[in-house]
T-cell receptor, first 118, second 112 residues
């Protein structure tokens, strides 16, 4: 049973460029959340996708956008990269439809993508 | 901004000793969770405690929650070298809230 996978593992970009990060949820999961973790800090919630729509969003600018595909995998896109976007980007999956509407189902995190913006 | 604040920022203990770390938060919550992260990799969910619970155990882990003080503690008993990691608390405002608010974490080093 595959866990949450993310690609690529590492990525180096320059300011102003655009980047796409990918996430495949754990088998059987239908929800994907994205987090940004700056060095020495805790993760910050970017957004969550369910049924191919954005369900919740954190305090991130519109430069951060996402997408969820019919197979539940997800992409995180960041446009006009800034130096401050350098961070570990974590993806987490869960099962929302089966009790998740009224109670919390555990999220499983992937290993992350380390993005460096020069 | 981050909801939770862990204390201490760093902790160094000898193998076999207990490790205690605390988390304080600002607003009312539905549940509080503790996660472990090894060397900047993915997070591992350790335990979840709901706002109507005061204490919870899982193996060598003991978590307490005091909603009147808006604080929680995580105790790791009989620590092992493999417990070396960063530990984060995260809060959720509603029962089906996946928008977790994390603290900055406590880095625990267990010396052999």
């Amino acid at each position: 049973d595959a866990g949450v996978t993310q690609s690529p593992t590492h990525l180096i970009k320059t300011r102003g460029q655009q980047v796409t990060l990918r996430c495949s949820p754990k088998s059987g999961h239908d929800t994907v959340s994205w987090y940004q973790q700056a060095l020495g800090q805790g993760p910050q919630f970017i957004f969550q996708y369910y049924e191919e729509e954005e369900r919740q969003r954190g305090n991130f600018p519109d430069r951060f956008s996402g997408h969820q595909f019919p197979n539940y995998s997800s992409e995180l896109n960041v446009n006009a990269l800034l130096l401050g976007d350098s961070a570990l980007y974590l993806c987490a999956s869960s099962l929302l439809a089966s009790g998740g509407y009224t109670s919390y189902n555990e999220q499983f995190f992937g290993p992350g993508t380390r993005l460096t913006v020069l | 901004s981050q909801q939770g604040e862990e204390d201490p920022q760093a902790l160094s203990i000898q193998e076999g000793e207990n490790a205690t770390m605390n988390c304080s938060y600002k607003t009312s919550i539905n549940n509080l969770q503790w996660y472990r992260q090894n060397s900047g990799r993915g997070l591992v969910h350790l335990i979840l405690i709901r706002s109507n619970e005061r204490e919870k155990h899982s193996g060598r882990l003991r978590v307490t929650l005091d909603t009147s003080k808006k604080s929680s503690s995580l105790l790791i008993t009989a620590s092992r070298a493999a417990d070396t990691a960063s530990y984060f608390c995260a809060t959720a405002k509603r029962s089906n809230d996946y928008k977790l608010s994390f603290g900055a974490g406590t880095t625990v080093t267990v010396r052999a």
